[in-house]
């Protein structure tokens, strides 16, 4: 079984380090893939958003299925373009199509597909260009603070919470006149939830689900969840809040709905649902949807999975997940994300790493890097996820950190206190 796994980031290095322990995998290319994706396997120099690009690696690697890590590709359609090519429509992809992938790329179908299958959310409006004025008025009827989202995909940007209204105006009219784009053509406005979030994940083929490990991310970047977001400083799993009851309600009142919402739309969902959740009073609420695995997320998620995670994937593609069998490790999992210096503004890339050697007890997962000159270098604004595990949510903690403080490059940076609010 040769496997291509489309992207660059964490998540991907991730989803490659597990596939590659499995006995029926053969061979593992990532595309484009970064330095530590370069050691599970082989690197190909391809834009997940290029299907021409795509098409030519599958063909000549002899790929027999591929596995889409970021949103992009799906919201554009790559599965419907392997379903509708001669030459590919036998490859199997994990990960929706574009149908099924508008669960992430418009907030506004999300959002009315909650309320129709009175799917616990937050109340809402959609607005355009034709309605600023009611949009206006719609936020004088709630309460601060503010959220408004642009409907479609805005590089994990395009959500903004403001304490203002004033504030809150100005952003609606930006969106509304270009500042994402298409994707803020429409904005979705609406209530804002108090409580602690995190993060729910499932794998489907369609009919039957099976629940990954769950897991609670920190988006700011500074310590005590203060400045900007960024797409992830850093994760924990478990969560020690959602306990059996919690999870129960989740199963009960949003994941099986869900499944049954994408059913009665006539949408046959093929991979990994992300569920972001918060947690009001004991009882979840959904405030988004993602179509594939999150990140930091995965980090933590996937060294949880102890069984053959193949196993999960092959049983997508048969329909046969419901016999499939997934344990899960009882230990925690703690990552820290190691940023370039000015991340999520500006940063510097090619800092040489080093001291990925001196790590121990952990997993080091790439997401901003590349080789030059057989040496690792920083490529992006996340650099690296530092994963360790734990018999405790403390242990864990320490692990991560101990292993953080080995590595080095030029302006690196982490948040010091992920994890202590738990």
């Given at each position: 079984?040769?496997?291509?796994?489309?992207?660059?980031?964490?998540?991907e290095?991730?989803?490659?380090?597990?596939?590659?322990?499995?006995?029926?995998?053969?061979?593992?290319?990532?595309?484009?893939?970064?330095?530590g994706?370069?050691?599970?396997?082989?690197?190909?120099?391809?834009?997940?958003?290029?299907?021409?690009?795509?098409?030519?690696?599958?063909?000549?690697?002899?790929?027999?299925?591929?596995?889409?890590?970021?949103?992009?590709?799906?919201?554009?359609?790559?599965?419907d373009?392997?379903?509708?090519?001669?030459?590919?429509?036998?490859?199997?992809?994990?990960?929706?199509?574009?149908?099924?992938?508008?669960?992430?790329?418009?907030?506004?179908?999300?959002?009315?597909?909650?309320?129709?299958?009175k799917?616990?959310?937050?109340?809402?409006?959609?607005?355009?260009?034709?309605?600023?004025?009611?949009?206006?008025?719609?936020?004088?009827?709630?309460?601060?603070?503010?959220?408004?989202?642009?409907?479609?995909?805005?590089?994990?940007?395009?959500?903004?919470?403001?304490?203002?209204?004033?504030?809150?105006?100005?952003?609606?009219?930006?969106?509304?006149?270009?500042?994402f784009?298409?994707?803020?053509?429409?904005?979705?406005?609406?209530?804002?939830?108090?409580?602690?979030?995190?993060?729910?994940?499932?794998?489907?083929?369609?009919?039957?689900?099976?629940?990954?490990?769950?897991?609670?991310?920190?988006?700011?970047?500074?310590?005590?969840?203060?400045?900007?977001?960024?797409?992830?400083?850093?994760?924990?799993?478990?969560?020690?809040?959602?306990?059996?009851?919690?999870m129960?309600?989740?199963?009960?009142?949003?994941?099986?709905?869900?499944?049954?919402?994408?059913?009665?739309?006539?949408?046959l969902?093929?991979?990994?649902?992300?569920?972001?959740?918060?947690?009001?009073?004991?009882?979840?609420?959904?405030?988004?949807?993602?179509?594939?695995l999150?990140?930091?997320?995965?980090?933590?998620?996937?060294?949880?999975?102890?069984?053959?995670?193949?196993?999960?994937?092959?049983?997508?593609?048969?329909?046969?997940?419901?016999?499939?069998?997934?344990?899960?490790?009882?230990?925690?999992?703690?990552?820290?994300?190691?940023?370039?210096?000015?991340?999520?503004?500006?940063?510097?890339?090619?800092?040489?790493?080093?001291?990925?050697?001196?790590?121990?007890?952990?997993?080091?997962?790439?997401?901003?890097?590349?080789?030059?000159?057989?040496?690792?270098?920083?490529?992006?604004?996340?650099?690296?996820?530092?994963?360790?595990?734990?018999?405790?949510?403390?242990?864990?903690?320490?692990?991560?950190?101990?292993?953080?403080?080995?590595?080095?490059?030029?302006?690196?940076?982490?948040?010091?206190?992920?994890?202590?609010?738990?």
């Open positions: 079984m040769n496997i291509l796994i489309l992207g660059s980031g964490g998540r290095h991730s989803i490659a380090w597990k596939l590659a322990q499995s006995p029926k995998v053969s061979r593992i290319f990532t595309g484009p893939g970064n330095a994706t370069a050691d599970t396997g082989t690197n190909l120099p391809v834009n997940p958003e290029n299907f021409g690009e795509v098409k030519k690696a599958v063909m000549k690697n002899n790929i027999n299925l591929v596995v889409v890590g970021p949103e992009a590709p799906l919201v554009a359609g790559i599965h373009f392997f379903i509708n090519d001669e030459f590919l429509r036998n490859i199997p992809v994990i990960g929706p199509d574009k149908s099924a992938a508008r669960l992430e790329g418009s907030k506004d179908f999300a959002k009315a597909f909650l309320t129709k299958y799917i616990p959310t937050s109340e809402y409006r959609s607005f355009d260009s034709t309605n600023i004025s009611e949009a206006t008025g719609f936020l004088k009827t709630l309460k601060p603070p503010y959220v408004v989202k642009a409907d479609g995909l805005a590089a994990g940007k395009g959500v903004v919470i403001l304490d203002d209204i004033s504030s809150a105006e100005e952003e609606l009219k930006a969106m509304l006149s270009g500042k784009g298409a994707a803020g053509q429409k904005v979705v406005i609406e209530q804002y939830l108090k409580g602690v979030e995190l993060s729910a994940f499932i794998v489907t083929d369609g009919h039957s689900y099976k629940l990954l490990p769950e897991a609670k991310d920190y988006k700011r970047v500074g310590e005590g969840n203060t400045g900007l977001n960024t797409g992830g400083m850093g994760a924990v799993s478990p969560v020690p809040f959602a306990d059996r009851n919690f129960e309600k989740v199963k009960v009142r949003i994941i099986e709905p869900t499944l049954k919402g994408l059913s009665a739309e006539g949408i969902y093929r991979g990994f649902i992300f569920f972001g959740l918060i947690n009001v009073d004991g009882d979840p609420y959904v405030i988004e949807y993602n179509a594939r999150g990140d930091p997320e995965s980090e933590v998620i996937i060294p949880r999975i102890k069984s053959d995670f193949y196993e999960l994937i092959e049983g997508v593609v048969k329909g046969d997940l419901e016999s499939r069998v997934i344990d899960i490790d009882d230990r925690y999992v703690a990552t820290v994300m190691l940023v370039s210096g000015g991340y999520p503004g500006s940063y510097e890339k090619g800092k040489t790493v080093f001291g990925l050697d001196l790590a121990r007890d952990c997993v080091i997962f790439h997401s901003g890097t590349k080789l030059s000159d057989n040496k690792v270098i920083t490529s992006g604004g996340r650099v690296l996820a530092v994963s360790a595990w734990g018999n405790t949510i403390k242990e864990a903690i320490e692990g991560a950190y101990k292993n953080a403080r080995r590595v080095s490059f030029d302006n690196m940076y982490y948040r010091t206190d992920i994890g202590f609010d738990l």
